[in-house]
Structure formats: C-alpha cells, structure tokens
C-alpha cells in the first residue's frame, strides 16, 4: 500500500480497530488491500469520510430524539409515582388482612384489577420508553462516529448490546462513558479553536455515567428479585415482602429516571456545541 493509500484508510469507518499491519486494515467485507491495488469500494462506501465537509453533511440530527426521550423517561416516571402509590395501598390492606380485619371482596378485587391496569400500562409506557431511548443513543454514537472516526464498537452495538445476555451488563455503559468523554473533548476542542475556552456547557462530570449505571444495575437487581417473590406461594406474608419491594423498585426507578433526564440533557448540550 502507498502512504497515501493508508492516509486515506484511516479516514475509513469500516477500519479495523487496533494497531495493524496496514495490508491488514481493511475491514470491508474482509477486503485487504495489496501492494499496488487500489481500493474497489472505498468510493462506494457511504461511511468513507476523506474530508470535514463530508463530515458536516453525514451528520444526522438528534436533538429531537433526545427531546423524546426525555419526554418518555419522564412518562416512565409519571407511572412509577403511580406504581408507588398503588403498592402503598396494596400493602395497607395487606398488613390489615394479616392483623385479622375483615375486607369485602369487592375491596379486594379492586385492588387486584387496579394493579393490573397500572402494571400492563406501566410495561407498554416502559417498552415505549426504551426504544425512544434506544433510537438518541444510537444516533448519538453514529454521530460520534462520523466525527471521530475511531469508537471502540460499532454503532450496531449502540442498540443491540442491550439485547445480549452479560453483554448488556457492562457495554451500554462502556458506550456511554465513551459518548461523554470523547464528545466532551470535541467541544473543548471547538471551544479552544474559537478562543472561547471559558464558555462551557459542562456541568456535569463523568461520574454521572456512573450514577446511572449504577442505578440502571441497582433497579434490575431489585426487579428481578421482585420478579421471583412474585412466582412464591401466595401466603400473606410473601405477598407483603412482594409489595414492598415493589415500593423499592419505585422508589429506585424514579432515582434513575431523573438521572437519565439530567444525563440526555447533558449530552444534548454537548452535541448542540459541536453541531452548532
């Protein structure tokens, strides 16, 4: 390969990530380019980037995305303030059914229809939510892409890490901490460019990635527990240590959803400074 073979590759997205051979660069459809051989799809390729005018017009717009999500986050906990107070009023009766009072069965009944109805509401606001989500952090890394040209996955990942056993453990957050770390050097950047140092929009640290994360991990946790007493014997007792970690995962869940509200705002901003 010529030197300006390789300069041109490492304009590339479709690159192989990691220190290689330059023969062995090539990413494209297992394409390794020879000595004297000139690249058969690198004028074909839409995610070949050779110059900052390319990169200007590949990038796509996300605010909007960001503007849903947050809207969908916020539903998310509308219904878990809701979620709250229904388990609240669940265990009431509970903790009345265990000191022996009597309760009609149409209080009872109530109760059982009212948890349903919040519960199959509350997964179609959440499933809903998850994939406004999904589509801004797609976006975002896609974007991060174009302008860097060097991430350390794929943008596939960006949606379909969520979705792999263990994977979806730790690769999200991996994404995200790269989304904040890199994005933010790129605004310093601009802003050292344009003398403009001291006009920043950050104030928040990495560690709100971490927050997140953690309280993403922390709410999983406790609904899989949640999920599990669900499935025990059906006895008093079990029903009461059932709602209350129902209470928890609430109490947890509207946590991370502010967070996740301050986290895409953030990010929002950021790329605002970038794209602007």
């Keep these: 390969m010529t030197e300006e073979q390789i300069s041109l590759?490492?304009?590339?997205?479709?690159?192989?990530?990691?220190?290689?051979?330059?023969?062995?660069?090539?990413?494209?459809?297992?394409?390794?380019?020879?000595?004297?051989?000139?690249?058969?799809?690198?004028?074909?390729?839409?995610?070949?980037?050779?110059?900052?005018?390319?990169?200007?017009?590949?990038?796509?717009?996300?605010?909007?995305?960001?503007?849903?999500a947050v809207i969908m986050v916020g539903a998310v906990m509308v219904m878990n303030l809701i979620a709250l107070l229904s388990s609240y009023m669940q265990l009431e009766l509970l903790q009345q059914l265990k000191a022996g009072v009597f309760l009609a069965d149409d209080v009872l009944n109530s109760n059982d229809s009212r948890e349903r109805l919040v519960g199959i509401i509350f997964i179609v606001v959440s499933i809903t939510s998850a994939v406004f989500?999904?589509?801004w952090f797609r976006r975002a890394y896609y974007n991060l892409h174009i302008r860097t040209g060097n991430c350390e996955n794929s943008e596939g990942w960006a949606a379909g890490a969520w979705f792999v056993p263990f994977v979806c453990l730790y690769?999200?957050?991996?994404?995200?901490?790269?989304?904040?770390?890199?994005?933010?050097?790129?605004?310093?950047?601009?802003?050292k460019a344009e003398g403009t140092e001291g006009n920043t929009t950050h104030r928040f640290s990495a560690q709100l990635v971490g927050t997140w994360w953690t309280l993403w991990i922390l709410s999983n946790v406790i609904g899989?527990?949640?999920?599990?007493?669900?499935?025990?014997?059906?006895?008093?007792?079990?029903?009461?240590?059932?709602?209350?970690?129902?209470?928890?995962?609430?109490?947890?869940?509207?946590?991370?959803?502010?967070?996740?509200?301050?986290?895409?705002?953030?990010?929002?901003?950021?790329?605002?400074?970038?794209?602007?």
């Design 224 to 276: 899989r527990v949640m999920l599990k007493k669900a499935f025990d014997n059906a006895t008093i007792d079990n029903l009461i240590s059932s709602t209350q970690f129902s209470i928890v995962d609430s109490v947890f869940s509207l946590v991370l959803g502010v967070v996740t509200i301050l986290m895409i705002r953030e990010y929002a901003k950021r790329e605002a400074v970038i794209n602007g």
């Design 171 to 191: 690769r999200p957050y991996h994404i995200m901490l790269e989304l904040w770390n890199k994005t933010t050097d790129l605004v310093e950047e601009k802003n």
């Design 133 to 135: 989500f999904i589509q």
């Design 9 to 68: 590759c490492k304009t590339c997205l479709n690159r192989k990530k990691g220190d290689f051979a330059p023969e062995d660069i090539c990413n494209i459809r297992g394409h390794v380019l020879a000595e004297t051989e000139t690249c058969n799809y690198f004028d074909l390729d839409r995610n070949v980037i050779t110059n900052k005018d390319q990169v200007e017009d590949m990038v796509r717009p996300n605010s909007e995305r960001a503007k849903l």
